[in-house]
C-alpha cells in the first residue's frame, strides 16, 4: 500500500525539515555570532563567515515556518531548496576537502569537519529518498494560482537571476570571483558563499513556479532575515570592505532589496493563522 500525502509529510518533517532546523540552528551561533571559530574550515575574513551564517539564520526561519504547515504543496521550494543546499555543500567541502579540518587541526575544528561531513552525507540520502515518496504519494494536481501584476513577480526575477548567474560563476570560476570580491575570501569561502546565492536563485525561480503568495511566505522570511542578516555582517565588519569597489556597493544594494522583497512578499502571504488552521488545511484536496 502508498503511503498517503499526509504520511510522507509527515516524514520529510520528521525525518529532514526539523533535523536540518535544530543543525541551521548551530550554524547560526558557530557563523553569525562566533564568526566561525572551531568551525570546518578557516575563513579568510569573519565577514565570510557571518555572511554565511546570515543564510543558515534564513534558512532557520524558512524551516521553522514550514515546519508548521499541513500540506506538501506549501513546503515543497523550502525543501527542494534545502536538498539542493545540502547537494552543493556536501560538493564543495569534498572538492575543498584538502582546505578544511578533515586531515586534523585543533581537535573542535576537527570534530566539527567531521560533523559537517557526515551531516551532509546524511541529509542528501535521507532527502533524496523522502522526496521521491512523496512525489509517488496519490495527490491532485494543484489548483491554479491567481494572476499577479508584474510588479509582483520582478523583485523575485530579479533575485533568481543575480543569484543563479553569481552562484554559477562562483561554483564555476572561483580564483576568478574571489578576486573581484568585496571583501578578502578564499576559493573555499567563495564556492560556499556561492552556493547560498545559487540556492537563492533556484529557489525564487521555484517561487515564481509556484505562482501562490501563501505557499511563498516561508520563502519570503527568509528573504527577510537572511538578507537584512547579511546588510548588518556588513556593517559590523565594514573595516573588512573594499568600499572602493563597485561590487561593494552592488552587493549592499542587493542584500536590501532581498530583505525588501522579503518583507513585501511576507506581508502578501496572508494572515499567519493560515499556517495551522484546520479550516483551511481541509479546504483544498491533498496536492503533489
Known amino acids: 500500500m502508498s503511503p498517503t500525502e499526509r504520511d510522507i509529510t509527515v516524514a520529510a518533517r520528521g525525518g529532514f525539515l526539523i533535523p536540518l532546523a535544530w543543525c541551521a540552528g548551530l550554524q547560526v551561533v558557530v557563523l553569525f555570532i562566533l564568526s566561525g571559530r572551531s568551525f570546518a574550515w578557516d575563513f579568510v575574513s569573519p565577514l565570510s563567515a557571518m555572511t554565511m551564517g546570515a543564510g543558515y539564520l534564513g534558512g532557520l526561519a524558512m524551516l521553522g515556518g514550514a515546519i508548521r504547515l499541513r500540506r506538501w504543496v506549501d513546503v515543497r521550494v523550502a525543501y527542494v531548496s534545502t536538498l539542493l543546499l545540502?547537494?552543493?555543500?556536501?560538493?564543495?567541502?569534498?572538492?575543498?576537502?584538502?582546505?578544511?579540518?578533515?586531515?586534523?587541526?585543533?581537535?573542535?575544528?576537527?570534530?566539527?569537519?567531521?560533523?559537517?561531513?557526515?551531516?551532509?552525507?546524511?541529509?542528501?540520502?535521507?532527502?533524496?529518498?523522502?522526496?521521491?515518496?512523496?512525489?509517488?504519494?496519490p495527490g491532485r494536481p494543484s489548483p491554479p494560482a491567481e494572476p499577479r501584476v508584474w510588479f509582483t513577480v520582478l523583485p523575485v526575477a530579479v533575485v533568481a537571476a543575480v543569484g543563479g548567474v553569481t552562484g554559477l560563476l562562483a561554483l564555476a570560476f572561483p580564483r576568478e570571483v574571489a578576486q573581484h570580491w568585496p571583501w578578502p575570501v578564499s576559493e573555499l569561502d567563495v564556492s560556499a558563499l556561492g552556493v547560498w546565492a545559487l540556492v537563492f536563485?533556484?529557489?525564487?525561480?521555484?517561487?515564481?513556479?509556484?505562482?501562490?503568495?501563501?505557499?511563498?511566505?516561508?520563502?519570503?522570511?527568509?528573504?527577510?532575515?537572511?538578507?537584512?542578516?547579511?546588510?548588518?555582517?556588513?556593517?559590523?565588519?565594514?573595516?573588512?570592505?573594499?568600499w572602493s569597489s563597485g561590487y561593494a556597493w552592488a552587493y549592499l544594494a542587493a542584500m536590501i532589496a532581498v530583505a525588501f522583497t522579503g518583507a513585501v512578499g511576507w506581508l502578501?502571504?496572508?494572515?499567519?493563522?493560515?499556517?495551522?488552521?484546520p479550516r483551511y488545511a481541509g479546504s483544498r484536496r491533498p496536492v503533489v
Open 201 to 242: 536563485g533556484f529557489g525564487s525561480v521555484l517561487a515564481i513556479r509556484e505562482g501562490d503568495p501563501d505557499r511563498q511566505r516561508a520563502g519570503a522570511i527568509n528573504y527577510l532575515v537572511a538578507g537584512g542578516s547579511a546588510v548588518l555582517a556588513m556593517l559590523l565588519h565594514a573595516g573588512e570592505v573594499r
Open 86 to 137: 545540502m547537494v552543493l555543500m556536501l560538493a564543495v567541502t569534498l572538492r575543498y576537502r584538502g582546505a578544511t579540518h578533515l586531515g586534523g587541526g585543533d581537535i573542535v575544528a576537527f570534530g566539527y569537519a567531521w560533523g559537517w561531513l557526515l551531516v551532509h552525507a546524511a541529509a542528501v540520502v535521507v532527502g533524496v529518498i523522502l522526496l521521491a515518496g512523496q512525489l509517488r504519494a
Open 268 to 277: 502578501m502571504a496572508g494572515p499567519a493563522e493560515l499556517w495551522t488552521s
